[in-house]
């Protein structure tokens, strides 16, 4: 097997290679014994007849394909091998000649991305410190208190807002009914802003079992056949409830049943704590944002084409399935946010680069500072699992068994990214320093549909 190598550049080479002689004339046997078993002739049952008679309602093409796809993986392994290529993404494969006697083929293979590190180390981002205030633990009361109100009938009173209504509607545009404007014991509350402007305002007022046309116009960015159009909605009021909030006293703060709850001065240090809880994670996470993005603009980091072509497409595919869950079809996704083709290409091309660079870049810098995730350390994840769900470990090891090179390379990003944080920051390095160990941050950055790609070329 004689091959010829071309570099593209950025990573990509052309290889081009062939076999001849008895591996490939075996190969076309192989193939040809393995179509015959699909092939019926008449007099015989399907794949049981004689392999000449077989043989000749074979055509040419279908044996040189099978025959192909029996031998292309050792001469791409042959090729890899030959030349020490780090392939990156699943090769083009190109047949350029394809006789009885011949098969040359051309490899188009995308190594792994050249990845140049900059500074990451020393750039001493600060974390954010944060604080509650006594009225942001007012604030949190006062959710606490609407997560816990009840709905009450409203009898005979108008509805206000802020109230909820549940009613019937049929819309109307030129007078005909129009898909998707219709509904039966629709629960809507007033003021949510759930429906178009103008819609929620109108039915302040309304009373149980009233009858009420709510006139209004689409807005200009909207789905095209509705986009700009008056409409009339027949709404029929059924209900009309208000919420009644509890009082912030002992006994709200014991129904609540949070561990060491028992009254209200500890409910709101409870409030407090979540609160500065949840802005601790926050400042960690704009924290790492940061530092992740100054390393990666001192990186130099140089992806073939093709790999953002189809990263790119991952991420319009990530985009659509996203908007069918909401109920819109791309099409009207589009109408709707006054986006064309070619300005969305260009966003999702943008996202691409930068899960695919972010995902490089921690990678190298694994590879540079030798993180890796021990025996021992993967034993600790199935134990808490096992621990967590009250299973035993040999069943959790079993069940994530197909999935553990997935979970050793999210327990690797974890690790990057508190050493990251440890290694950049002035009040983590002097707290590591007394404790000898760096304090645990929060996984952030998304990994790219990389890892499918890999595994195919392999």
């Known amino acids: 097997m004689s091959t010829n190598l071309i570099d593209k550049g950025n ?47 074979l055509t040419a093409g279908q044996v040189y394909e099978e025959a192909m796809n029996i031998v292309l993986p050792k001469m791409f392994s042959d090729v890899v091998s030959e030349h020490k290529l780090n392939v990156f993404y699943r090769p083009d494969v190109r047949p350029t000649k394809v006789s009885q006697t011949n098969l040359e083929v051309c490899f188009t293979i995308v190594t792994y991305p050249e990845v140049t590190l900059g500074q ?73 802003n759930s429906f178009i ?44 409830k208000t919420k009644k909030y509890p009082e912030i006293n002992d006994d709200f703060a014991k129904s609540l049943t949070i561990d060491g709850v028992s009254d209200v001065k ?43 072509a189809s990263e790119t497409e991952q991420v319009r595919k990530d985009t659509i399935n996203q908007v069918t869950q909401n109920g819109l079809t791309f099409e009207q996704y ?9 300005q969305l290409e260009e966003q999702f091309k943008a996202q691409a680069s930068t ?43 079993k069940a994530l068994s197909a999935n553990e090179a997935r979970i050793r390379e999210q327990m690797l990003q974890g690790k990057v990214e508190r050493f990251i944080i440890a290694n950049n920051t002035k ?10 160990t760096p304090k645990a941050k929060k996984e952030t950055t998304k990994k790219p549909a990389k890892e499918e790609k890999t595994e195919k070329a392999e």
Request: hydrophobic content about 35%; glycine content about 6%.
């Open 355 to 397: 899960r695919l660079t972010q995902y490089l870049v921690l990678n190298k810098i694994a590879e540079v500072e030798k993180l890796i995730i021990s025996p021992a350390e993967l034993e600790d994840y199935y134990s808490n699992l096992a621990n967590t769900y009250g299973m035993k470990l040999e069943e959790v090891k």
């Open 427 to 436: 009040e983590e390095k002097v707290e590591t320093e007394k404790k000898s």
């Open 334 to 342: 589009k109408e709707i946010t006054g986006f064309d083709d070619a």
């Open 11 to 57: 990573g990509v080479f052309e290889v081009t290679t062939s076999i001849d002689g008895k591996e490939w004339t075996d190969a076309q046997d192989k193939a040809v014994k393995k179509l015959a078993e699909n092939v019926q002739v008449k007099g015989f049952r399907k794949g049981k007849a004689p392999l000449a008679l077989a043989k000749e309602r």
């Open 266 to 308: 500890t409910l709101k240090k409870h409030v407090k704590a979540d609160l500065l809880h949840q802005k601790e994670n926050q400042a960690k996470d704009k924290q790492f944002n940061t530092i992740l993005e100054a390393i990666v603009k001192n990186a130099k980091v140089t992806i073939a084409p093709q790999v953002v």
């Open 120 to 192: 990451y180390k020393d750039l001493d981002i600060p974390l954010e410190k944060v604080s509650v205030s006594d009225e942001e633990v007012k604030v949190g009361l006062d959710h606490l208190r609407e997560q816990n109100a009840e709905l009450v009938l409203k009898e005979n009173e108008p509805a206000e807002k802020g109230d909820t209504v549940v009613m019937d509607f049929k819309g109307y545009v030129d007078g005909k009914e129009f898909d998707g404007g219709s509904a039966d014991n629709y629960s809507l509350v007033l003021g949510s």
């Open 197 to 240: 402007p103008g819609f929620e305002d109108q039915l302040i007022g309304a009373k149980p079992e009233s009858k009420v046309d709510v006139n209004v116009t689409f807005p200009d960015k909207y789905v095209k056949e509705l986009a700009g159009k008056k409409a009339k909605f027949v709404c029929m009021v059924h209900e009309v």
